[in-house]
């Protein structure tokens, strides 16, 4: 079992900043996977950022939406995976979600709720 412990979401003037954390409770290096996701009302869930779980290099991707403007991490001593989020838009709007893969399981966090607007 894994558990993801999310934080950081909140309201958030367009062109301003967030920074979500999630919290794993497995060590990065037993994980296959690792990343955030997203989810608008009325759509489906995506994408937004992914890492590699472990290695000197930190291996990213970005959904083309997001690109330029998100960054995810890690800390491996801290077992914590962040996402930063500048310049944001009201089309960010959305509950964003932690994700990784554990012995061929996805796990989810809870979700934390993003809102850009004026």
């Known amino acids: 079992q894994v558990q993801l412990v999310e934080s950081g979401g909140g309201l958030v003037q367009p062109g301003g900043s967030l920074r979500l954390s999630c919290v794993v409770s497995r060590s990065f290096l037993s994980l296959s996977a690792m990343g955030w996701y997203r989810q608008a009302p009325g759509k489906q869930r995506e994408l937004v950022a992914g890492i590699a779980t472990a290695g000197r290099a930190a291996l990213t991707n970005y959904a083309d939406s997001v690109k330029g403007r998100f960054t995810i991490s890690r800390d491996n001593t801290k077992n914590t995976v962040y996402l930063q989020m500048n310049s944001l838009k009201p089309e960010d709007t959305a509950v964003y979600y932690c994700?990784?893969?554990?012995?061929?399981?996805?796990?989810w966090g809870q979700g934390t709720q993003v809102t850009v607007s004026s």
């Open positions: 994700n990784v893969l554990w012995a061929k399981v996805e796990y």
